[in-house]
C-alpha cells in the first residue's frame, strides 16, 4: 500500500511538472499556519485502555512556519509543523504523546492572479511523536529497552509522504501595477502518508514494543502571511 502511495505521487508530480510552462508566473509566500491534524492513535489506545487510561483523541492542534516560492508556475518550499500534546491519566501515571514534522514541497499553479492563487502540491519529509510517562513507560505499553528498568520516554520517527491543496488570496499593497506584495490568508487540505513502520527510540537506543504511530492523517489549516505573486 506504501508502494502505491509513493507510485501515486510520482505520477502526480510527473504530471504536475509536465505542464505548459508557457506562463512566467513568480512568486513568494513566508507564512505562519495553524489547524487540526487527525491521527490515528487505535494502536496507542488500544493499550492504554488494557492499562486503565482513556483513549486519546485522534484530532490535534498543529501550528507551525512555512515558505514556498515559484517559478513559471511550479511551486517548491518547505515547512515545519509542530503537534500539540494530549496527556490521559489513570491515577497516579499519565502519558503524554506530541509530535511534530518538516516537509519539502513540489506543486504547480493551476490558477494565479496577483489576489488568488491555486495550486495542488506533493511533499516529502520526516517526522515523529514523543510519548513520556510520569512513571514508566514499560508498564503501561510493555514497552522495553534491555535491561533498562525505568523508560520515562521514548519517540519514533518515520518518512511521510504529503498529498495536498492549497488556495491563497493576497491583499497587494502597492499602488503601481507591478508591486503586488501584501499580507495573505490561505488554506490547505491534505493527507500525511507514512512510507514505513515506525521505530521506536530511548537516548538513541532503540525500544521494543512501541505502537506502529505516525504523525499522519488527514490535515486542514489555514496560513497568514506575507508575500507576492506576478503573472
Known amino acids: 500500500m506504501r508502494f502505491q502511495h509513493l507510485l501515486g505521487a510520482c505520477g502526480l508530480l510527473a504530471t504536475l ?6 506562463a512566467k508566473d513568480s512568486g513568494i509566500l513566508f507564512y505562519y499556519s495553524g489547524g487540526g491534524n487527525f491521527l490515528n492513535p487505535a494502536p496507542l ?13 485522534g484530532a490535534f492542534w498543529g501550528q507551525g512556519v512555512g515558505v514556498y516560492g515559484v517559478y513559471e508556475r511550479v511551486l517548491f518550499g518547505g515547512e515545519y509543523q509542530s503537534l500539540w500534546g494530549q496527556t490521559t491519566v489513570a491515577e497516579p501515571e499519565a502519558v503524554h504523546l506530541a509530535g511534530q514534522y518538516s516537509l519539502f514541497h513540489l506543486g504547480y499553479m ?22 513520556s510517562s ?33 488556495l491563497n488570496g493576497i491583499a497587494p499593497l502597492g499602488l503601481g501595477a507591478e ?7 490561505g488554506l490547505r487540505a491534505g493527507y500525511l502518508f507514512p512510507l514505513g ?5 530511548s537516548q538513541q537506543l532503540p525500544v ?21 505573486y506576478q503573472p
Not at 493551476?110 to 510519548?131: D, E, K, M, R, S
Not at 508591486?179 to 490568508?185: H, I, K, Q, T, V
Not at 521494543?208 to 507576492?228: D, E, H, I, K, V
Open 179 to 185: 508591486d503586488s506584495r501584501g499580507p495573505a490568508l
Open 17 to 22: 511538472l509536465s505542464a505548459p510552462a508557457a
Open 208 to 228: 521494543q514494543g512501541g505502537p506502529n504511530l505516525y504523525p499522519g492523517g488527514f490535515y486542514l489549516r489555514l496560513m497568514l502571511g506575507f508575500g507576492a
Open 197 to 201: 513502520a515506525a521505530d521506536w527510540y
Open 45 to 57: 489506545n488500544t493499550a492504554l485502555q488494557t492499562a486503565g487510561f482513556e483513549s486519546l483523541n
Open 134 to 166: 510520569s512513571q514508566n513507560l514499560g508498564s503501561v505499553l510493555n514497552m522495553s529497552q534491555g535491561s533498562t528498568p525505568h523508560l520515562g520516554q521514548a519517540s519514533s520517527h518515520s518518512w511521510l509522504m504529503d498529498v495536498g491543496l492549497g
Open 110 to 131: 493551476l490558477a494565479g492572479t496577483p489576489q488568488f492563487q491555486l495550486y495542488p502540491y506533493i511533499g516529502l519529509g520526516w517526522g515523529g511523536v514523543q510519548l
